[in-house]
């Protein structure tokens, strides 16, 4: 079941992510339609060469990598476009979900800012984490962990996330039915 797509206009390719299969698709944008499989595709699981249910990454072009919101296992994972496993960003590589500063519970979205740190949307704690680059403590900057309610500040199951070029943070607040803007994180 594909769930979200990315462009690699440099490259010319497409990524798909198929939740389902737990696997990162790519297809290139002219030319062949045929798929590759970029990442996971081992079966669901917590093993370092497959995913558990990802449903968001991002394209981190500097280091030819995917950075990869991988829901099932409670993380979110780096995979450098032709390796055939994953490092750990954030979370733990257990799968056991937690409300901590470096725990996460079903992470449903992530994007880098311009100078590598790390935005990512923490559905189950109703909140938004910010990690600074190259760090594993990340600091709540949106919501309050594990508390939900309809607020301007607080967050009922965050899905989806972006930065603009000013770095507001817009925030799709599922449960509350709205997108919320943050001025500048």
């Not at 079941?1 to 990315?6: K, T, Y």
């Not at 299969?21 to 499989?37: A, E």
């Not at 800012?113 to 680059?133: A, E, K, T």
Request: with cysteine.
């Amino acid at each position: 079941m594909p769930h979200s797509i990315e462009c690699d206009f440099n490259s010319h390719t497409l990524y798909v992510t198929d939740r389902s299969n737990h696997r990162i698709m790519s297809y290139p944008l002219i030319g062949n339609v045929l798929g590759t499989l970029i990442a996971g595709g081992n079966g669901g699981g917590l093993n370092r060469n497959q995913l558990s249910l990802p449903v968001a990454f991002h394209i981190d072009s500097l280091s030819n990598s995917l950075i990869i919101a991988n829901t099932g296992g409670h993380n979110i994972l780096r995979w450098v476009i032709g390796a055939s496993n994953w490092t750990l960003i954030v979370g733990n590589s257990s799968g056991f979900p937690g409300n901590t500063s470096t725990e996460l519970q079903s992470p449903t979205d992530v994007t880098l800012d311009p100078m590598g740190n790390i935005y990512v949307s923490d559905y189950n704690n109703h909140r938004i984490q910010f990690f600074l680059r190259d760090q594993s403590i990340g600091k709540t900057i949106v919501g309050i962990t594990s508390i939900s309610d309809n607020s301007s500040t607080v967050l009922n199951r965050p899905i989806s996330l972006k930065l603009d070029n000013q770095l507001n943070l817009y925030v799709v607040d599922h449960y509350n039915n709205r997108v919320q803007k943050f001025v500048r994180y």
